[in-house]
């Protein structure tokens, strides 16, 4: 059974992977080469993992995205689409997010879509200082939580940063979905 937590829309859904899940999707993700963004931080790719070494870790994280999908379109009644979501970002000490709101880009999505209606995060490590999702103007700051995931609207009332990573590692996928209207 899901749990979930919801704060002015802003939803959290404990325990999305169980621990065991998360230390064979790190594992997984520490045998495959990161590359450099441009912000010094790393990303990779779930489906770069080599399926021969660890056959479950893409079919076993497509299946909880599958969940994350169909919990976001449970709560915001419209089907939806998204872009990359198997991209993972290894986020550098000292690293920190600006306060924005995801849909503030007249740019289409990644994948082309035309809008970012909502903004998803899967923490898939804690062991870090920093680093906090803050939703400053609705007063809601998330500790992340290795195997959770936080779902909200990508609109203006939901503006939110990221704190300075002080240390650790911080690992979390990210996507934005786009409402299917039909």
């Not at 660890?54 to 939806?80: G, M």
């Not at 906090?132 to 992340?144: A, G, S, T």
Request: glycine share 4%; charged share 25%; proline share 2%.
């Amino acid at each position: 059974m899901i749990k979930k937590t919801v704060f002015d829309k802003v939803h959290i859904i404990h325990n999305l992977f169980s621990k065991e899940e998360l230390s064979e999707i790190r594992l997984a993700l520490e045998q495959v080469k990161w590359q450099e963004d441009q912000n010094g931080n790393h990303i990779v790719q779930v489906e770069s993992v080599d399926s021969s070494i660890f056959p479950h870790v893409i079919d076993a994280y497509n299946s909880k995205v599958s969940i994350l999908k169909s919990e976001i379109e449970k709560d915001f009644f419209y089907s939806v689409g998204s872009e990359n979501h198997s991209a993972v970002v290894r986020y550098r000490e000292g690293w920190a997010l600006h306060s924005h709101v995801d849909s503030w880009s007249n740019l289409k999505t990644f994948s082309g879509y035309p809008s970012r209606d909502v903004s998803s995060l899967i923490y898939l490590t804690d062991d870090f200082k920093g680093g906090k999702l803050v939703f400053n103007e609705l007063k809601i700051e998330i500790e992340p939580i290795a195997g959770s995931a936080v779902y909200f609207p990508s609109d203006e009332k939901h503006i939110h940063e990221v704190t300075e990573l002080i240390s650790g590692n911080r690992w979390v996928s990210t996507c934005f979905w786009h409402l299917i209207k039909e």
